[in-house]
């Protein structure tokens, strides 16, 4: 059977489920996401994974689409639909779809989008349960890879709207005394024949 997925207001088969190609998860990494697990229909430590999308939301100014009550309705209608499912639940939040691609956040009629969807697996049985598993280490890149062009663009999305709330054009990353990330905009010299810039 096809699971059920929530999609901004509607549950639907997760084969239909769709959001905007503009949607500014898509476009910039922006938005929060949250992963439980889900034993015999039952959501696990809700009440903390919630804690932690409304502070993770807090920390970039995105405001959830609906209430923590709200939320905590639609998965018990969500639990409904799925009977004894055992699975991973994935929700996420995004600032939505605007109508472009601006790096600033949208300044007015943008609704955050709200997914939530399930990943089915048994993980109470599952061999590396059972076994346990071989880790390695590696050193953490999160966020430090910038010379990956990563559609992860969070980091560069807060700079932006923080320029944007200082009344600047854009804003330039700094590390150890250098420019790491900055857009430079072609434009005119006061001197004929040279220009500000080149497109960065």
Do not use: C
Request: glycine share 8%; net charge neutral.
């Amino acid at each position: 059977m096809d699971p059920i997925a929530y999609v901004n207001g509607s549950f639907v088969p997760l084969s239909e489920a769709k959001v905007s190609i503009l949607d500014r998860g898509f476009l910039f990494a922006d938005g929060i996401y949250e992963v439980a697990a889900v034993l015999d229909g039952k959501l696990i430590d809700n009440a903390s994974h919630l804690a932690r999308l409304e502070r993770s939301v807090g920390e970039i100014s995105l405001a959830l689409p609906e209430t923590v009550e709200r939320i905590q309705e639609i998965q018990r209608n969500w639990w409904r639909a799925t009977a004894s499912l055992t699975a991973w639940s994935i929700w996420r939040v995004t600032r939505g779809a605007d109508t472009g691609r601006d790096f600033a956040f949208p300044k007015s009629g943008v609704k955050p989008t709200l997914v939530m969807f399930t990943s089915v697996k048994d993980i109470v049985n599952a061999e590396s349960a059972k076994t346990g598993i071989k880790v390695i280490t590696v050193p953490d890149i999160r966020w430090t890879r910038r010379d990956i062009k990563s559609v992860a663009l969070l980091a560069q999305v807060l700079a932006k709207q923080a320029a944007a709330e200082a009344g600047a054009g854009e804003a330039w990353m700094i590390e150890d005394g250098k420019v790491t990330e900055g857009r430079i905009i072609i434009g005119l010299h006061p001197d004929p024949g040279r220009r500000t810039g080149d497109a960065a």
